[in-house]
C-alpha cells in the first residue's frame, strides 16, 4: 500500500467532457491538476469518471464482466472455476493452476494493489468534496458516487482476501494504516455495507447522466455485495461473535438486504431484452447482449461500457475470430444445459429427437444420452443459450478459394441441421451457388443478424468444419461424404483441445483488425439477469424461494431464452442424477440457471467459493467432444501423446488401442488429466488468495493468510 501512496499522483489525464450522454463517449480535454480538479461540480465530475475505468478495463481482481480485450474475453475468472477451459495448455497436463496445485504467493499482485489506488482516488475527493462552487444535491452527489467507487474497491479486496485494511480517508506518510494488521472481514462487511446504504439514499438521480451511477446501479451492486457475503458466511461457517459485540450487520441481515434491494429493482425494471426483430437466432436476446451495437435504452442494462468507432473500441469479438483464441468449453460444462423442454439430461422425462435434413425438422425419437453421443445429438433441441455461447457444429465445401464457400448438402443435408438456424455468412452468388465472406478488416459489414455460419477470420477465410481441434491429421475433408462426423483441422483458427469453441462475443458484423481494437459493441456491466438470479438465490436461502418467486425471475430469462419453464413442485430428489447429492434439488436448479446466464462472465468463480463449493467444479476432469466413429479413416494416433486420443472413462487417462476397441470404437476426446487420480486437485487455502510478499515486507504487521503461512 506504500508503494501505492508514493506513486500515485494527481496529475492524470482524464480524458473527459461535461456534455456528452455516455462517460465513455467523452473525448480528452486537459490535463487535470490538485488546482484544477475540485473547482466545480463539472470539473469534479470528471474527475471522478477515471474511476470508471474498474468497469472497462483488464481488472481481473473485480467480479463480473470486466472487460479483458484478448484472448479469454470476460471470462477470466470462469477459467479459475473450470467452467470453461483456457486450452493453452499442453496435452496431457492439468489446465486449471488450481486443481494443479500450482498456485503460489506472488511477489506482487495486482489484485491487492489495484483495489487501494482507486480507493485513493475515491478518497482525493472525498478530501476536497467542500471545495467546489456547487449546490447541496451536486455535493451529494458527487460525494455518493465517490463513495461508491471506494465501496466497491473494498468489495474487491473482500471478495479476494476476507481481512483487509479499511481505508476511509486520504492517507499519509505517516498514516497509521500503512503499517496496521488487517481489519477482519465482518468489519470491512460491515463498512461496506453502510457506505453503499448511504449512497443509495443520497446519490441525486436528477443530476446521474445517462449510462453513470444513480441508485439503480448502486443498488444492483448492493443486491451483488450482500448475496455473496451472505452466502459466503454461511457456507464458511463464519464466527459472526464480532458482529453482535461490535453492532456489525449479520448474515441473515445481509441476505435480507439482498432479498429487498432486489426485488424493488426487478419491480422497476420488469422486462427483459429480447433482441432484434430480424434476427432468427433462437434465445436472440440472451447473446445479442453482448453483439450489440448499442445498448442505450435496451430493458434492463442499468450500467454499461460504451465503445465508439475512432475512440473508444475494443477486440473481444475480433480474438474470437483467430488463432490466438483460447477459450473453450469442457464437457462437463456443456452437460449442465438442460434441454429445450427445461429438463436435465438424464432426467427420466426427458426427450430425445431426430433431425430429418429433408424437412428441416425434429420429431421425437429413439433414446440416445445427450452425454455421449455425437456432437450433432449434444446440440440438439438443447438450451439455445448453449448455441449462443458455443459454436455448433456444421460443414462446408469449399468453393475455390479461401473465402467462397458451398453448402454440402450431402447425405441429405445431415450436416446442414445448424448451418439453417443461423444466417449465412457472406454474399450469395445465386448463378454458382456459392458465398463470398468479405474481408471483416476492411469495414463494419452490419446485418440484422448477430451471428452467422460458416464461421470465418478477420480476412474473410471460411472454417470448413465444427468441431475443429488443436491438432494435425485429424479425419480429412473428403470423410463427409460418407456420413462420418469429423473433427477436422485444416485451419489455422478457432480452434480449441475440447472441440467446443466459444463464440461469445463472434458478431458478424463487428470490423475486425489483426493488429488494433476495431469493434464497437456495447458490453453490458449492471444488469438486471444477474438481479433476477441474486434475488431468486436468496429467497430460497431465506427459506422463501416458491413458484411465484420463480416466475418472477429463472421463468423470465428461461421465457427469453425459448426453454422449459421451471416447475418448482417438480423438482424432487430424482430430477437431476447429476445432481451433486449434497446439494438440495432446487437449490441446484437455482446454481445452474445462474451458470447458465452469466456464463463467460466471470462471476462462476466467487459464486463456486461462496457456496464453498469449489472442489466440485475444479477437480472436474476436462475433456471434449462425443466420437461415435473412431475408425481406421480417423487418423487420430498424433491428435495427443500417440495414443488414440480418446478418454478411457475408467482410467480416467487416455485409452489404448485394445482398450478403445473395447469400447466399441467410440468415446470423448482425451486432453487433460484428471486432477484427483494426478494426486493434486483443489486445496481449501485457495479459497482466499495469498497476501503478495512485498506487501509483506513493507508493513511488519500485516500476517499471511492463516492457510498460506
Not at 455516455?22 to 469534479?44: I, K, N
Not at 478457432?494 to 483488425?513: C, I, L
Not at 441474486?534 to 427459506?543: D, H, T
Amino acid at each position: 500500500m506504500k508503494k501505492i501512496l508514493q506513486t500515485l499522483t494527481i496529475a492524470v489525464t482524464l480524458g473527459l467532457t461535461g456534455c456528452n450522454d455516455s462517460y465513455l463517449e467523452r473525448l480528452p480535454t486537459t490535463e487535470v491538476t490538485e488546482a484544477t480538479a475540485f473547482t466545480s461540480f463539472t470539473t469534479c465530475s470528471n474527475y471522478l469518471t477515471n474511476l470508471y475505468q474498474m468497469f472497462s478495463g483488464g481488472y481481473t481482481s473485480f467480479q463480473g464482466p470486466a472487460m479483458v480485450s484478448g484472448a479469454l474475453g470476460t471470462s477470466t475468472r470462469d477459467i479459475y472455476s473450470g467452467i470453461l477451459t483456457n486450452y493453452g495448455s499442453g496435452v496431457g497436463n492439468i489446465p486449471n493452476s488450481y486443481a494443479d496445485q500450482t498456485v503460489t504467493i506472488p511477489t506482487s499482485d495486482g489484485t491487492y494493489s489495484n483495489p487501494y489506488t482507486w480507493i485513493r482516488w475515491a478518497n482525493i475527493m472525498l478530501e476536497h468534496i467542500n471545495e467546489p462552487s456547487c449546490t447541496d444535491q451536486e455535493r451529494l452527489h458527487l460525494e455518493a458516487v465517490a463513495r461508491f467507487f471506494r465501496a466497491y474497491a473494498h468489495y474487491s479486496l473482500l471478495i479476494n482476501y476476507g481481512d483487509a485494511i479499511y481505508v476511509d480517508h486520504l492517507l499519509s506518510d505517516a498514516s497509521e494504516e500503512l503499517t496496521k494488521s488487517r481489519d477482519s472481514r465482518l468489519y470491512v462487511a460491515d463498512q461496506i455495507y453502510k457506505e453503499l446504504d448511504w449512497c443509495i439514499k443520497n446519490v441525486q438521480d436528477q443530476l446521474a447522466e445517462p449510462n453513470m451511477l444513480n441508485s439503480d446501479v448502486m443498488k444492483a451492486f448492493m443486491s451483488r455485495f450482500t448475496l455473496f457475503e451472505g452466502t459466503w458466511r454461511k457456507y464458511h461457517n463464519v464466527n459472526e461473535t464480532e458482529c453482535s459485540s461490535k453492532g456489525y450487520i449479520t448474515g441473515a441481515e445481509l441476505l435480507q438486504a439482498c432479498a429487498t434491494v432486489s426485488k424493488e429493482l426487478i419491480t422497476k425494471h420488469p422486462n427483459l431484452y429480447k433482441g432484434n426483430s430480424q434476427d432468427i437466432h433462437p434465445g436472440k436476446g440472451w447473446g445479442e447482449m453482448w453483439t450489440t451495437e448499442d445498448l442505450q435504452g435496451v430493458p434492463g442494462v442499468l450500467l454499461y461500457v460504451k465503445y465508439v468507432e475512432n475512440y473508444k473500441m475494443h477486440r473481444l469479438g475480433h480474438f474470437e475470430h483467430i488463432g490466438s483464441a483460447s477459450l473453450e468449453m469442457p464437457q462437463s460444462t456443456v452437460d449442465l444445459y438442460l434441454t429445450k423442454e427445461g429438463l436435465p439430461i438424464h432426467n427420466r422425462n426427458v426427450k430425445h429427437y431426430d433431425y430429418d435434413p429433408v424437412s428441416k425438422s425434429y420429431t421425437e425419437g429413439a433414446d440416445y444420452d445427450y452425454a455421449n453421443c455425437n456432437v450433432y445429438r449434444t446440440f440438439r433441441m438443447r438450451d439455445p443459450r448453449m448455441w449462443q455461447t458455443v459454436m455448433p457444429p456444421y460443414h462446408i465445401i469449399g468453393g475455390g478459394d479461401a473465402n467462397t464457400y458451398r453448402m454440402d448438402e450431402s447425405c441429405d443435408g445431415i450436416w446442414m441441421e445448424y448451418l439453417n438456424q443461423f444466417a449465412p455468412r457472406g454474399i450469395y452468388n445465386a448463378a454458382e451457388g456459392t458465398y463470398r465472406i468479405p474481408n471483416w478488416a476492411s469495414g463494419y459489414h452490419l446485418t440484422p443478424y448477430h451471428k452467422a455460419l460458416p464461421s470465418s477470420n478477420w480476412a474473410g477465410n471460411y472454417l470448413r468444419n465444427v468441431p475443429t481441434v488443436q491438432t494435425s491429421n485429424f479425419q480429412n475433408n473428403e470423410s463427409a461424404a460418407a456420413g462420418i462426423q469429423l473433427i477436422y483441422s485444416g485451419s489455422g483458427f478457432q480452434r480449441g483441445k475440447s472441440g467446443y469453441f466459444v463464440w461469445k462475443h463472434h458478431a458478424s458484423w463487428d470490423k475486425q483488425d489483426q493488429n488494433h481494437p476495431m469493434e464497437v459493441s456495447d458490453k453490458p456491466v449492471f444488469k438486471i439477469e444477474e438481479v433476477m438470479l441474486n434475488y431468486a438465490e436468496v429467497m430460497f436461502e431465506l427459506g422463501k424461494f416458491d413458484q411465484s418467486v420463480a416466475d418472477l425471475t429463472i421463468n423470465k430469462l428461461r421465457d427469453r431464452a425459448e426453454v422449459g419453464l421451471m416447475r418448482v413442485s417438480e423438482i424432487g430428489s430424482d430430477f437431476d442424477p447429476d445432481r451433486d447429492p449434497s446439494v438440495e434439488p432446487v437449490l441446484w436448479e437455482i446454481r445452474r440457471e445462474r451458470l447458465i446466464e452469466l456464463m463467460g462472465e466471470s462471476f462462476s468463480w466467487e459464486d463456486v467459493r461462496r457456496w464453498k463449493k469449489a472442489d466440485y467444479f475444479v477437480n472436474k476432469q476436462h475433456y471434449g467432444v462425443y466420437l461415435d466413429n473412431v475408425t481406421g479413416t480417423f487418423n487420430n494416433k498424433k491428435a495427443t501423446t500417440g495414443g488414440t486420443g480418446i478418454l478411457n472413462p475408467d482410467t480416467k487417462k487416455e485409452a489404448s488401442d485394445a482398450e478403445l476397441a473395447a469400447m466399441g470404437n467410440c468415446g470423448h476426446l482425451y486432453y487433460y488429466l484428471d486432477p484427483v487420480s494426478a494426486g493434486k486437485g483443489w486445496l481449501d487455502k485457495y479459497y482466499l488468495r495469498p497476501i503478495p510478499s512485498d506487501e509483506l515486507l513493507l508493513n511488519d504487521n500485516l500476517e499471511q493468510q492463516e492457510a498460506w503461512k
